[in-house]
């Protein structure tokens, strides 16, 4: 069964380090998501994606994310300088439309 | 803004018993409610979904109800078993964006 996957697994960065999140999406899928989840938190949506562009995104997802599709099969998250508060897991997850599968999730700790 | 509200936060239910869970949303531009289930470390697992155009779904031993006028649907899990026990989470949006709820940990006793 095809799957979303997600490289690294675990990030550990320092603060004001840019990190890069990496996502395969499914390979039928046109949509994009990002998602976090601080622990023990519920999951909060952060940007969608669709067409090479952004369809939608949160509060959160200010000017320090970005996305990006840099080629036909991988869907990245850049955090240009993270601060403390950005350590979490996050979700990247696809969809043909509607219904959104969602990968194994990075968790990314900053220190 | 907490635009899905989930409770219980957690439950505990005996093996063949039923769990139910429910949510409640705010917005009425919400036209599409999954559910999903999340083992610890994993990530969230699509469960069952439902449009607002019916009032129920369900699949195996995993039913969704959805009340429109009220705005609230729950699941309920028929017969649980120990392989059940994980965190369960409420959505509701549209094609572009969820809103999650806040989750809710069902722990099944043998």
């Known amino acids: 069964e095809p799957e979303v996957t997600q490289t690294p697994s675990h990030q550990v960065t320092q603060m004001g380090q840019e990190v890069i999140l990496r996502c395969v999406p499914i390979?039928?899928?046109?949509?994009f998501y990002w998602y976090r989840q601080i622990l023990g938190q519920k999951v909060e949506f952060l940007v969608s994606?669709?067409?090479?562009?952004?369809?939608?995104k949160s509060e959160i997802f200010d000017d320090q994310f970005s996305v990006e599709r840099p080629d036909g099969s991988n869907f990245t998250l850049k955090i240009r300088s993270t601060k403390l508060e950005d350590s979490a897991m996050y979700f990247c997850?696809?969809?043909?439309?509607?219904?959104?599968?969602f990968g194994p999730g990075t968790r990314l700790t900053v220190t | 803004q907490q635009q899905v509200k989930q409770s219980p936060q957690s439950l505990i239910v005996q093996k063949g018993g039923i769990s139910i869970i429910n949510c409640a949303y705010e917005?009425?531009?919400?036209?599409?409610f999954p559910w999903y289930q999340q083992f610890p470390g994993k990530g969230p697992a699509l469960l069952i979904a439902?449009?607002?155009?019916?009032s129920e779904k369900k699949e195996g031993r995993f039913t969704i109800s959805f009340n429109k006028s009220a705005k609230q649907f729950s699941l309920h899990i028929m017969d649980s078993q120990p392989g059940d026990s994980a965190t369960y989470f409420c959505?509701?949006?549209?094609?572009?964006?969820?809103?999650f709820g806040a989750g809710t940990t069902v722990t099944v006793r043998a």
């Open positions: 997850a696809s969809s043909t439309l509607t219904e959104q599968y």
């Open positions: 390979s039928n899928h046109l949509y």
């Open positions: 994606f669709y067409n090479n562009e952004i369809s939608e």
């Open positions: 917005n009425t531009a919400f036209d599409y």
């Open positions: 439902i449009r607002p155009d019916v």
């Open positions: 959505a509701a949006g549209n094609d572009y964006k969820l809103s």
